[in-house]
């Protein structure tokens, strides 16, 4: 809540009215906008793809952050499982993040089969934590981590930010218990959050126009950027990094509020653990 009343602050002092409104989940806000509700939603990958498919591709994208380009998934391995390439993963216990996360399910589960991986040979563990945020809060990821450096999993799917940010805090190969290591395969990169609308109005065109004027070298613009996750500037919108994404959900219905991609009562694999 914290961020986005500082960028309407700063939405404020470039003469653009706006407010927010928080939802529970994006399919909640994607519902928002087909009501008119909103006007403009920020939507992650799974919500932006649902949008545009919703829409019959007349949605409207409107910019993204340089940090939602080219995001990876990675798998990451103990170093104790003989465990080589994604052809190994059956027989180990496979632990991953929330059901709804684009990095830590929906598109590593999506990559794991077009490498030709039986889902139904999988043993899965998976960290349902703040369903509905689509993976944003990455608690999931957390626990796979953790499942990992405990030994309570053998092979995890992470976000590379994640991985990375593990390092750096020594959470993990800090010398304690077994190293993790990450394959060398990996997941496509793909594209994260974008602002999705479904009318170009003024009150669009001027927020839009107010949210590409922001500036890294200004303080005051740079601390609302930093809060927001930027490393330095807002990107023009872009399509090629939702491919995967579109793929992955093909088969889903275009309804509101789909069900998940894999119910527990309802799941392909060998086994299913809802931790």
Request: some cysteine.
């Given at each position: 809540?914290?961020i986005?009343?500082?960028?309407?602050?700063?939405?404020?002092?470039?003469?653009?009215?706006?407010?927010?409104?928080?939802?529970?989940?994006?399919?909640?806000?994607?519902?928002?906008?087909?009501?008119?509700?909103?006007?403009i939603?920020?939507?992650?990958?799974i919500?932006?793809?649902?949008?545009?498919?919703?829409?019959?591709?007349?949605?409207?994208?409107?910019?993204?952050?340089?940090?939602?380009?080219?995001?990876?998934?990675?798998?990451?391995?103990?170093?104790?499982?003989?465990?080589?390439?994604?052809?190994?993963?059956?027989?180990?216990?496979?632990a991953?993040?929330?059901?709804?996360s684009?990095?830590?399910?929906?598109?590593?589960?999506?990559?794991?089969?077009?490498?030709?991986?039986?889902?139904?040979?999988?043993?899965?563990?998976?960290?349902?934590?703040?369903?509905?945020?689509?993976?944003?809060?990455?608690?999931?990821?957390?626990?796979?981590?953790?499942?990992?450096?405990?030994?309570?999993?053998?092979?995890?799917?992470?976000?590379?930010?994640?991985w990375?940010?593990?390092?750096?805090?020594a959470?993990i190969?800090?010398?304690?218990?077994?190293?993790?290591r990450?394959?060398?395969?990996?997941?496509p990169?793909?594209?994260?959050?974008?602002?999705?609308?479904?009318?170009?109005?003024?009150?669009?065109?001027?927020?839009?126009?107010?949210?590409?004027?922001?500036?890294?070298?200004?303080?005051?613009?740079?601390?609302?950027?930093?809060?927001?996750?930027?490393?330095?500037?807002?990107?023009?919108?872009?399509?090629?990094?939702?491919?995967?994404?579109?793929?992955?959900?093909?088969?889903?219905?275009?309804?509101?509020?789909?069900?998940?991609?894999?119910e527990?009562?309802?799941?392909?694999?060998?086994?299913?653990?809802?931790?």
């Amino acid at each position: 809540e914290q961020i986005w009343a500082h960028m309407r602050n700063y939405f404020f002092s470039q003469q653009v009215r706006m407010d927010f409104v928080l939802f529970t989940s994006y399919e909640a806000q994607v519902e928002a906008l087909f009501s008119n509700f909103i006007d403009i939603a920020w939507n992650g990958p799974i919500a932006h793809v649902r949008t545009q498919r919703r829409s019959y591709d007349s949605s409207i994208s409107l910019g993204m952050r340089d940090v939602d380009r080219g995001f990876q998934t990675r798998i990451a391995v103990r170093d104790d499982v003989n465990v080589s390439s994604v052809q190994d993963i059956p027989g180990h216990k496979l632990a991953t993040g929330s059901v709804d996360s684009p990095q830590a399910y929906v598109l590593p589960m999506h990559f794991l089969q077009s490498k030709g991986l039986p889902l139904g040979s999988l043993e899965v563990t998976r960290f349902d934590r703040d369903v509905g945020k689509h993976g944003d809060t990455a608690a999931g990821e957390v626990e796979v981590l953790q499942a990992l450096h405990d030994g309570r999993a053998e092979v995890g799917l992470v976000s590379q930010m994640m991985w990375d940010r593990a390092i750096a805090a020594a959470d993990i190969n800090n010398g304690q218990g077994t190293p993790l290591r990450l394959l060398d395969e990996a997941p496509p990169v793909f594209d994260h959050c974008q602002f999705d609308t479904l009318n170009k109005t003024e009150g669009v065109d001027r927020f839009t126009e107010a949210l590409f004027a922001m500036d890294w070298n200004n303080p005051e613009h740079r601390k609302v950027m930093q809060m927001e996750g930027l490393r330095e500037k807002w990107e023009e919108p872009r399509e090629t990094g939702y491919d995967d994404m579109r793929e992955a959900l093909r088969e889903e219905g275009n309804t509101p509020y789909p069900p998940q991609l894999h119910e527990t009562f309802n799941h392909p694999f060998k086994s299913l653990t809802i931790a």
